[in-house]
């Protein structure tokens, strides 16, 4: 006789939600960012019209090179942006970039005020020759902070992914039925992570570094924080910090 074949189990409802809700983020993330980038480009040609017009009425620019005039405005919000989300991807807080948001905030300021200008004296109109800068601006933020959310923040901070990635999830076979079931695995970090919680262990990692300090001091080699992290075990950054206190206490 044949032997009846078993069905394949169905994957778990949670598995199953899981994997909508992906899709449907996707397509979410997709239709946003493609309505975000058309709404940029109508606000950067609009603009662009508007800008060289008035460059050519105002005798600003040659004729020929009058198309250079948007590009020299609507442009930098543009690159000033992405510098931006570069510097946040980096690991610098949203303050470090202050350059770069003043060049946002002056070329959308300029291009405001030259769509202004090229519109009629009529208040309504000039509102409306307001909007494609601000519009331009605000598409841009939007696709940058989809973009934020999106992609992996990278920290600055030495022996940082050491220190935030103690653990990750794996996936044990829990029976013969294909379900699994997460579990924690724990990767290998720094052997005294978490020792500042551990009075004793955080005065003996003190205490060495004090004693490579005054080595230097009495004229041995400069201690690195190379140095201090063989001997301490610690990370980077943590070896960084011990070796500034004991410096500053021997001053």
Not at 33 to 55: D, K
Not at 68 to 86: G, K, Q, R
Not at 228 to 250: C, F, I, K, N
């Amino acid at each position: 006789m044949p032997t009846p074949t078993t069905a394949p189990t169905p994957p778990p409802q949670s598995e199953r939600a899981v994997r909508l809700l992906a899709t449907i983020r996707v397509a979410l993330v997709a239709a946003l960012t493609a309505l975000v980038l058309a709404i940029a480009a109508l606000a950067y040609v609009v603009s662009f019209e508007a800008i060289r017009a008035f460059a050519v009425e105002t005798a600003a620019f040659p004729p020929e090179l009058a198309w250079s005039a948007p590009l020299l405005v609507d442009s930098f919000t543009t690159a000033a942006s992405l510098v931006i989300l570069w510097r946040y991807l980096r690991g610098d807080a949203w303050r470090d970039p202050w350059y770069a948001w003043m060049l946002v905030a002056a070329a959308t300021a300029v291009s405001v005020a030259l769509n202004v200008a090229h519109a009629p004296d009529r208040l309504a109109a000039q509102l409306f020759a307001a909007l494609p800068p601000v519009a331009l601006l605000g598409a841009l933020e939007l696709l940058m902070s989809v973009a934020r959310t999106g992609l992996p923040h990278t920290s600055r901070t030495p022996g940082a992914a050491v220190e935030t990635g103690a653990a990750a999830t794996a996936l044990d076979v829990a029976g013969a039925n294909g379900h699994r079931t997460p579990t924690t695995l724990a990767l290998p970090q720094d052997r005294t992570a978490g020792a500042d919680q551990d009075p004793a262990a955080g005065a003996d990692a003190r205490q060495q570094v004090r004693a490579l300090v005054a080595r230097e001091r009495s004229g041995g080699p400069t201690v690195t924080a190379a140095e201090v992290v063989s001997v301490t075990g610690r990370s980077r950054r943590r070896a960084y910090e011990l070796l500034r206190d004991a410096r500053t206490e021997q001053g």
